[in-house]
Nanobody, 125 residues
Framework: QLVQSGGGLVQAGGSLRLSCAAS????????IGWFRQAPGKEREGVSC???????TYEDSVKGRFTMSTDNAKKTLYLQMNSLKPEDTAVYHCAADPDLCRPSSLYYNPDEYEYWGQGTQVTVSS
């Protein structure tokens, strides 16, 4: 399973770090990343890290958000800087061999190999 922590309420311009810890497995052979969903909006892919180390970011977060993992490849982080009110959403981490494919955006949560429980990020203006 994936267990998320972090998030909360922050003022615009502030920073938060989300964590996503794997229990019982490592990320070695999986793509891992983050999705978010704001109220009334569809799920959006935020970032994705392939097993080969290549990373992609959604355009609106480029230069502000950074993914990283620990050396054991059991925890995924999302460092979020210069936060904006439009970043307000529930953030989910996920791990799946095909996570970085565009089609994975449309999976139901139970279709991902692993899906985090979600954490609220609220950015006030």
């Amino acid at each position: 399973q994936l267990v998320q922590s972090g998030g909360g309420l922050v003022q615009a311009g502030g920073s938060l770090r989300l964590s996503c810890a794997a229990s019982g497995f490592t990320f070695d052979d999986l793509s891992i990343g983050w999705f978010r969903q704001a109220p009334g909006k569809e799920r959006e892919g935020v970032s994705c890290l392939k097993s080969d180390g290549s990373a992609t970011y959604e355009d609106s977060v480029k230069g502000r958000f950074t993914m990283s993992t620990d050396n054991a490849k059991k925890t995924l982080y999302l460092q979020m800087n210069s936060l904006k009110p439009e970043d307000t959403a529930v953030y989910h981490c996920a791990a799946d061999p095909d996570l970085c494919r565009p089609s994975s955006l449309y999976y139901n949560p139970d279709e991902y190999e692993y899906w985090g429980q979600g954490t609220q990020v609220t950015v006030s203006s």
